[in-house]
């Protein structure tokens, strides 16, 4: 079965595509070509055909949900995510980006933030690290900060966001995405329990 995906993206983001494609079917030839459009990019793969024993292997492939909708498979949501990282997110006072270039499961991630204005954390820059598991985004990734921070509903000892009493983790929707998280956060710096709370020394970490 030949399978051809045009899009416009990054070259960054092709190879994390290409990476994912050639996971799925290592032994296929996958010839690209690019547009005349700069970074729109044609990419066809010869794939196998798919069998209930692939399926039942691969959580990555696209699905109905019970509605009836399209369901975006894991890793080109993750690429979609990271496309957007890359661009740059609002007004800069949170990103993302991927630990590992390649790593083709898209799975360590570091987020930062920027402390929110009239709080303690005005001018700090924190970061934190996001897991993204195998069943993301239909469970939250695993949120923990690595510079040290003193708030609700994060662990003192190890910086991991408690998932049972952070609103976004705790009610989680697969729509969510690693920047709702951040700025959500972000919000929460700002928040009556945190904004005057005393804090580590800056720079000191987890």
């Not at 079965?1 to 030839?29: D, N, Q, T, W």
């Not at 699905?63 to 080109?76: A, D, K, L, T």
Request: aromatic share 8%.
């Amino acid at each position: 079965m030949l399978v051809v995906v045009a899009f416009e993206a990054s070259r960054g983001i092709l190879r994390k595509c290409l990476g994912f494609l050639r996971s799925y079917a290592p032994h296929s030839a996958i010839p690209t070509s690019l547009a005349k459009r700069k970074n729109l990019l044609v990419v066809g793969a010869a794939v196998p055909p798919i069998t209930s024993r692939t399926l039942s292997r691969t959580k990555t492939r696209t699905e109905m949900n019970s509605g009836g909708s399209v369901v975006v498979p894991r890793n080109f949501r993750l690429l979609e995510e990271l496309e957007r990282g890359e661009k740059g997110i609002g007004d800069g006072t949170v990103s993302y980006g991927m630990d590992d270039g390649d790593d083709v499961f898209m799975r360590s991630w570091t987020g930062t933030i920027i402390g929110p204005n009239h709080s303690v954390h005005e001018g700090r820059i924190y970061t934190l690290k996001l897991f993204c598991d195998k069943d993301y985004p239909d469970k939250p990734p695993t949120v923990r900060f690595h510079s040290r921070i003193n708030m609700t509903h994060v662990n003192p000892e190890t910086g991991l966001v408690d998932p049972r009493y952070s609103p976004m983790l705790a009610n989680w929707r697969r729509q969510y995405t690693m920047e709702d998280i951040l700025v959500e956060l972000k919000k929460e710096m700002a928040s009556p329990a945190n904004r005057k709370l005393q804090q580590p020394p800056e720079g000191s970490t987890f």
